[in-house]
């Protein structure tokens, strides 16, 4: 009898193993198949989302930029396509600064409506009112350092790339005279030097692959450096222009030009270097009279005022 219960009793408990074991197999595999479920839900609603985005707040975002599109437009039509001597002066800038969008006129004087607006409303809303006339003073202060903002990055932006391409014209300039002297055309050199500089100066090696696209676009070599001349925006690049085209016209040879141009541009390299050392002990004499001077007259002159004092002397 204890046998047979025995018997029976691992049964069962192996029975109960076992509904316990499927049990938990069916729930977890109910949990697996409701989360994926879930997720392909969720990836059908996204789907929808952006689809109703597309349609309902898609319009709103196409209005808004409708309404950006005719500010733009208006403004480009009022200074973009303007034809006076300020407009003209202010295009070259963009160019030089290596802003070369159709429309960059209009966002800058955007930008600048923009910026004077945006201080201005800053500076009145965190400034204290009760400063009086001063408050705003500040305001328009403000304001027109938003208005003078973008005309100062664009200085900026222009003397940091004029600075880059007056150090690597030398460079471009050797490097021009070893290809003429291997027996390369302007063209070949100048795709050539453009893909070695590419890492060196940047920016010098964007203006020479757009004069690579200009003269396989069928433009003349002397009008296609004249543009190159006007990017860099530099003297230096202009006589080089005007070096080839005399070239060009008279017969004379290019690689002998360029040599002796190259070794011209290098002594003025060295020359602007001297002069920048030679400044420097005049450039130095005043923060030495502000700052260092004071101290070593405090340092010498304090015991013999200690001892004056003290009279110990």
Request: aromatic share 8%; net charge positive.
């Amino acid at each position: 009898m204890d046998a047979a219960f025995d018997m029976f009793g691992d049964a069962a408990s192996t029975m109960l193993t076992l509904l316990v074991f499927m049990a938990t197999a069916t729930l977890a595999f109910a949990i697996m198949a409701s989360l994926r479920l879930r997720g392909s839900m969720k990836r059908r609603a996204a789907g929808i989302g952006i689809d109703s985005a597309a349609s309902s707040g898609g319009r709103r975002s196409l209005k808004g930029s409708r309404v950006a599109q005719r500010v733009i437009d208006y403004a480009q039509k009022q200074y973009g396509d303007a034809d006076s001597k300020d407009m003209k002066v202010l295009r070259k800038r963009l160019v030089v600064a290596g802003i070369y969008d159709p429309r960059a006129v209009a966002y800058f004087f955007l930008a600048r409506v923009g910026l004077a607006i945006g201080l201005a409303l800053l500076a009145i809303v965190f400034l204290p009112s009760d400063t009086g006339s001063l408050y705003w003073a500040l305001v328009g202060g403000a304001g027109l350092v938003g208005y003078v903002g973008p005309s100062f990055y664009l200085d900026r932006r222009i003397a940091a790339r004029k600075q880059e391409h007056r150090i690597g014209f030398p460079d471009f300039l050797d490097l021009l005279v070893v290809c003429a002297d291997a027996g390369l055309s302007m063209e070949a050199s100048l795709d050539r030097v453009g893909r070695e500089l590419c890492d060196t100066y940047p920016s010098l090696a964007a203006n020479i692959h757009m004069t690579n696209l200009e003269i396989r676009a069928g433009r003349p070599l002397t009008d296609a450096l004249e543009h190159l001349a006007d990017r860099l925006g530099f003297d230096e690049a202009r006589s080089f222009a005007t070096l080839i085209a005399q070239s060009e016209e008279l017969g004379s040879s290019i690689t002998e030009a360029l040599r002796i141009y190259s070794d011209d541009m290098r002594h003025k390299r060295l020359s602007l270097a001297e002069e920048k050392a030679y400044a420097l002990p005049a450039k130095l004499s005043l923060p030495m009279m502000v700052c260092i001077f004071p101290v070593l007259f405090v340092v010498i002159l304090l015991p013999v005022v200690v001892r004056v004092i003290t009279g110990t002397y």
